[in-house]
T-cell receptor
């Protein structure tokens, strides 16, 4: 149980284009989803927290107009990197908290984004 | 400010050589401390949640313990498949978010 999927697992895009990453909780309803980015050999940096049906809460320093988050349902959240630049290249990971289990997060497998 | 520090940064052990990883934390009202395992190119895999000082949890060769200032992840008689990065994270009393440490890269030689 508690499986989270991400799609795509990797993506290469040209500078200036937009990329959408999907995060799905496969066998549970997620009241809250989190988006992280991780640079090589570094830990996870929280970008934003999203609750179903409401606007995402972004961490300080994260541009909300560049990283658009939509938590459309209790099983799906999307992160859109708009007008991507090479410095946006990173490993993006989502996590989800099952309804009623606020202290547990289950992570997706991550999406490797490379902007050329 | 909430902070999580993990040590050592990297640890190389011989198969069967037991050791411990450390996670020191500063948080206003600990709601929970978490341990995750992360393999290269993958998302973290949940291992344990600890809530209060004195609590211990075990899973196979791993045992996590918690004090008021730090947590230890003890690994007993490790095997090469235990090689991974182990991440520690804390959630403060407001439960607003989880803060991760930088991880310990564990390598077990056969």
């Amino acid at each position: 149980g508690a499986v989270v999927s991400q799609h795509p697992s990797w993506v290469i895009c040209k500078s200036g284009t937009s990329v959408k990453i999907e995060c799905r909780s496969l066998d549970f309803q997620a009241t809250t989803m989190f988006w992280y980015r991780q640079f090589p050999k570094q830990s996870l940096m929280l970008m934003a927290t999203s609750n179903e049906g409401s606007k995402a809460t972004y961490e300080q320093g994260v541009e909300k107009d560049k990283f658009l988050i939509n938590h459309a349902s209790l099983t799906l959240s999307t992160l859109t990197v708009t007008s991507a630049h090479p410095e946006d290249s990173s490993f993006y990971i989502c996590s989800a908290t099952p309804r009623g289990l606020v202290d547990e997060q289950y992570f997706g497998p991550g999406t490797r984004l490379t902007v050329t | 400010e909430d902070q999580v520090t993990q040590s050592p940064e990297a640890l190389r052990l011989q198969e069967g050589e037991s050791s411990s990883l450390n996670c020191s934390y500063t948080v206003s009202g600990l709601r929970g401390l978490f341990w995750y395992r992360q393999d290269p190119g993958k998302g973290p895999e949940f291992l344990f949640t600890l809530y209060s000082a004195g609590e211990e949890k075990e899973k196979e060769r791993l045992k996590a313990t918690l004090t008021k200032k730090e947590s230890f992840l003890h690994i007993t008689a490790p095997k090469p498949e235990d090689s991974a990065t182990y991440l520690c994270a804390v959630q403060d009393g407001s439960a607003s978010k989880i803060i991760f440490g930088s991880g310990t890269r564990l390598s077990i030689r056969p």
